[in-house]
């Protein structure tokens, strides 16, 4: 089994930052990409950034140049880090992880239980 653990979330006044993290465990073969999603009540789940096995990135417009996301395949981490926070960044956010389980020969993706962010005005 793999399970996703995220850290990080809080209140942040504007402008602010925060960094999130989200650590995958457990019978693990290998994982291609990982991204960070939000949900804010009332709306479906959005992108926020991607990033392949390869490295390359991918962010939402309304994050660019604010939010970068990173790896560390050794850790089998995913970063959010969040700068120049405003409050319509206030959410929910979710971890997914693409990953072959060992002794399996499908990828299946893996979701974090959420973090709280609140940007405050």
């Known amino acids: 089994q793999v399970q996703l653990v995220e850290s990080g979330g809080g209140l942040v006044q504007a402008g602010g930052s925060l960094r999130l993290s989200c650590a995958a465990s457990g019978r693990i073969f290998r994982i291609t990409d990982m991204g960070w999603y939000r949900q804010v009540p009332g709306k479906q789940r959005e992108l926020v950034a991607t990033i392949t096995g390869g490295g390359s990135t991918n962010y939402a417009d309304s994050v660019k140049g604010r939010f970068t996301i990173s790896r560390d395949n050794a850790k089998n981490t995913v970063y959010l880090q969040m700068n120049s926070l405003k409050p319509e960044d206030t959410a929910v956010y979710y971890c997914?992880?693409?990953?072959?389980?060992?002794?399996?020969?499908?990828?299946?993706?893996?979701w974090g239980q959420g973090t709280q962010v609140t940007v405050s005005s």
């Open positions: 997914k992880q693409i990953v072959q389980p060992t002794g399996q020969s499908l990828f299946r993706q893996y």
